[in-house]
């Protein structure tokens, strides 16, 4: 039995402060976060850098009716930083444990004798709701809403930011019937694995509460200092491995058509293209496998570039150049490891032990909006790994019959890289 699960169940009727925010409506409906830290609680001080993005509160409501929800009775017009017309995003919002339980937004843009506007948020009333979240939350869904737009190819699409408030509002009507309780746990936060832990503050327990682990669920993951630091020691971790030069085969016939292009203008045109682009040219032929190979640059470029693994987006290009340019860094091997996002608590693999905190609540923040966009968009959805692993298999059948796994990257390694894409 997990220890998180067993932990659970010491006090039934213990509820966390984050808990009661829930129940009353005052919380982040995407990490499951407060939007305010009492001081002096659980030894978290409020004033440290990495809590600061708690308080950084945006409000995510339809256009159509978002005023509704206003409890102030003076006529507002409010600044939509969403500069869209299919959903709207407030200016920086306030909330304090110990106010009216209402947001207050700024109204002085235009007239600096405007009274603020308060709202109330996450109500049941008929019609959408309007919902108040953390920037820093706002960031990774649109991000990971993103990668599911890309994949569709669709040229007529609602705006990132619109599909995250259908998504939000869509799981909000489908719950009005819930327990008053979980009424507004749309995530399932409460849930608590016996792999992978609590899925959000409000199921952990209160043995874990006083072991402080809840700090790691309150760590900015937009901005994470030791980012970088930790993927260097990754490499210096990571056993070193000899590259192998496919360009020493023969073709085994004329290469036809794009095959016959330079191998410097394939460079330059597979900069312009994403990953799983090139993987796919890789595994086209024996010329593109030769002239577009996934050799040590390919991975390390991606890597640092953020297109390869869409969760890390921010590492220091110029650390990292400074640090680890010597080609025999697997840097295969680490973006492997990075893609998987998830964390098990027992985790056996000593390289990915003790990720910074920020790094391990981006992770937990994404997958949760990405269990929410497989459902949003269920053609993007697979039906399984296995039924996934065997499509790519097939379509990299020719390069499997010319044996040159050894030399380059075994299908196994490429397909569980490509399980994202």
């Known amino acids: 039995m997990g220890g998180s699960q067993s932990s659970s169940?010491?006090?039934?009727?213990?509820?966390?402060?984050?808990?009661?925010?829930?129940?009353?409506?005052?919380?982040?409906?995407?990490?499951?976060?407060?939007?305010?830290?009492?001081?002096?609680?659980?030894?978290?001080?409020?004033?440290?850098?990495?809590?600061?993005?708690?308080?950084?509160?945006?409000?995510?409501?339809?256009?159509?009716?978002?005023?509704?929800?206003?409890?102030?009775?003076?006529?507002?017009v409010l600044v939509n930083l969403a500069r869209s017309e299919d959903v709207f995003l407030s200016q920086p919002a306030q909330f304090s444990m110990t106010g009216s339980g209402y947001f207050q937004v700024e109204n002085h843009h235009s007239n600096p004798h405007r009274s603020d506007v308060w709202f109330n948020a996450l109500n049941d009333q008929d019609g959408d709701s309007l919902f108040p979240l953390h920037n820093g939350c706002i960031q990774i869904g649109c991000r990971v809403i993103q990668r599911f737009l890309d994949r569709?190819?669709?040229?007529?699409?609602?705006?990132?930011?619109?599909?995250?408030?259908?998504?939000?509002?869509?799981?909000?009507?489908?719950?009005?019937?819930?327990?008053?309780?979980?009424?507004?746990d749309i995530f399932d936060l409460c849930e608590n694995s016996s792999m992978y832990g609590p899925r959000s503050v409000m199921a952990m327990s209160k043995l874990e509460w006083w072991e402080g682990y809840h700090e790691n669920f309150y760590t900015n993951p937009i901005d994470i200092p030791d980012l970088t630091s930790f993927v260097?020691?990754?490499?210096?971790?990571?056993?070193?491995?000899?590259?192998?030069?496919?360009?020493?085969l023969q073709f085994a016939r004329e290469p036809l058509g794009f095959e016959r292009l330079p191998t410097?203008?394939?460079?330059?045109?597979?900069?312009?293209?994403?990953?799983?682009?090139?993987?796919?040219?890789?595994?086209?032929?024996?010329?593109?496998?030769?002239?577009?190979?996934?050799?040590?640059?390919?991975?390390?470029?991606?890597?640092?570039?953020?297109?390869?693994?869409?969760?890390?987006?921010?590492?220091?290009?110029?650390?990292?150049?400074?640090?680890?340019?010597?080609?025999?860094?697997?840097?295969?091997s680490v973006a492997q490891l990075l893609v998987?996002?998830?964390?098990?608590?027992?985790?056996?693999?000593?390289?990915?032990?003790?990720?910074?905190?920020?790094?391990?609540?981006?992770?937990?923040?994404?997958?949760?909006?990405?269990?929410?966009c497989i459902e949003h968009f269920p053609e993007m959805a697979r039906s399984g790994r296995r039924d996934h692993t065997e499509d790519i298999r097939k379509r990299c059948q020719p390069v499997a019959?010319?044996?040159?796994?050894?030399?380059?990257?075994?299908?196994?390694?490429?397909?569980?890289?490509?399980?994202?894409?």
Request: proline residues 6%; negative net charge; glycine residues 4%.
């Open 340 to 372: 998987a996002k998830k964390f098990p608590r027992n985790e056996s693999n000593p390289l990915l032990v003790g990720p910074p905190t920020g790094l391990w609540n981006r992770c937990r923040i994404w997958n949760i909006i990405e269990d929410a």
């Open 9 to 76: 169940q010491v006090d039934d009727n213990w509820k966390s402060e984050a808990r009661y925010a829930m129940e009353s409506r005052t919380f982040c409906v995407i990490c499951g976060g407060p939007f305010d830290i009492e001081d002096g609680v659980h030894s978290i001080d409020p004033k440290e850098k990495r809590y600061q993005w708690l308080y950084d509160i945006r409000l995510l409501g339809s256009i159509s009716n978002y005023l509704e929800h206003k409890v102030t009775s003076e006529a507002s």
């Open 264 to 332: 410097e203008l394939l460079d330059q045109i597979g900069k312009h293209l994403p990953p799983q682009s090139v993987i796919a040219l890789h595994c086209t032929s024996k010329a593109f496998a030769i002239k577009a190979p996934l050799n040590n640059k390919f991975w390390r470029d991606r890597l640092i570039d953020g297109s390869l693994v869409p969760h890390i987006w921010d590492l220091d290009a110029n650390q990292l150049d400074h640090e680890r340019q010597d080609r025999l860094w697997d840097w295969r």
């Open 152 to 184: 569709r190819n669709d040229q007529k699409q609602l705006s990132t930011l619109a599909i995250l408030n259908q998504i939000l509002q869509s799981r909000f009507h489908d719950r009005r019937d819930a327990p008053d309780d979980t009424r507004s």
């Open 232 to 248: 260097s020691d990754m490499l210096t971790t990571t056993p070193l491995k000899i590259e192998q030069n496919p360009t020493t």
């Open 401 to 421: 019959a010319w044996q040159l796994e050894e030399m380059l990257l075994s299908p196994d390694s490429i397909h569980e890289l490509l399980a994202d894409y």
